[in-house]
């Protein structure tokens, strides 16, 4: 199932992250936008990584290589201990926050583009072909060889952004994505069956690579897009709670499955049982620091 959605989850962040953009700058000054970048996303990754990522590799430590001295002295391994940067073993690594970095250099390479697109819009508020947006994201493919650092394609990322900012953001085409969901719905299902039956009969090369994965992607994306503007286009307590927490959320949530991991595998629990138990612990651990960021964030925010 993983190798079913890792396709199009990533560039769907990013996409969306483009379409954010664009809404952001709808009520900020491009200066504006970049200094936002700076408090809402290299803030954020500088104390990510010295307080929340070292407890991933702290039980990688731990777990792979008999580590048994303490949480702090395991600073001088993550700082001063060079691998592949993936942490698996312990290590520098900047964990699930490469997105974050990614999304920050991404926001600032993008400003020349934006400033150009502001000046000279793409067509105004006039009709976008939906069969030029496909070909857009399907043409992601060709740049993912560039800027590719351990498998992850900046500038693949930076044209989805693109993507999101200035076609995906529009109205016309949110429209036309809402009327045509049930098209690129089907075009999804059915590469998702072909790519299954692929991968179920051992060719996972046809899985990865070629016009099929990115054809798979890419609708499956324009697909959610459009299911999303027709069914989640409202606001209420939940959806309005999930906006405020999800980039904490992702922060967070790595170093919570790590830890709780470390202690459920040592259970030696069938893997039926082990496997839902780290989820809901992981989840429930992910919450529970959630909130209690949340609380002293309010309470530091708060006039004495």
């Not at 020349?112 to 043409?139: D, E, M, N, S, Y």
């Not at 930076?158 to 994505?177: E, M, N, P």
């Not at 606001?235 to 922060?251: D, I």
Request: glycine share 8%.
């Amino acid at each position: 199932m993983i190798n079913m959605i890792w396709p199009w989850f990533m560039p769907a962040l990013f996409t969306l992250a483009g379409v954010s953009a664009a809404f952001s700058l709808e009520r900020r000054t491009v200066g504006q936008f970049v200094r936002e970048r700076f408090t809402r996303l290299f803030v954020p990754l500088v104390l990510g990584i010295l307080l929340v990522i070292p407890v991933q590799t702290y039980y990688a430590e731990r777990f792979h290589n008999g580590y048994t001295g303490s949480y702090l002295a395991q600073y001088r391994l993550f700082f001063g201990k060079v691998t592949d940067l993936t942490g698996y073993t312990g290590g520098f690594t900047p964990g699930q926050l490469w997105f974050v970095l990614y999304l920050f250099v991404i926001s600032l390479a993008a400003v020349p583009v934006i400033q150009l697109i502001r000046r000279r819009p793409l067509a105004g508020k006039r009709p976008f072909p939906l069969a030029l947006v496909f070909t857009l994201g399907f043409a992601a493919m060709y740049v993912r060889p560039l800027l590719n650092i351990g498998g992850k394609s900046l500038a693949e990322y930076f044209w989805y952004f693109l993507l999101g900012y200035a076609f995906l953001s529009r109205d016309t085409v949110l429209d036309a994505l809402e009327r045509r969901r049930h098209l690129f719905g089907g075009i999804a299902f059915a590469l998702f069956v072909l790519l299954a039956v692929s991968l179920a009969a051992g060719n996972s090369g046809f899985c990865t690579s070629g016009e099929i994965f990115q054809a798979y992607a890419w609708s499956t994306i324009l697909f959610l897009t459009g299911w999303s503007k027709h069914r989640m286009n409202h606001t209420g307590p939940v959806t309005r709670y999930l906006a405020r927490s999800s980039f904490m959320f992702y922060v967070l949530h790595q170093s919570a499955l790590v830890l709780v991991a470390f202690y459920i595998v040592r259970m030696r629990l069938p893997l039926g049982a082990e496997i839902p138990l780290i989820i809901v612990a992981g989840y429930a651990l992910t919450f529970a620091a959630y909130e209690l960021w949340r609380r002293l964030a309010c309470k530091t925010a708060s006039p004495s």
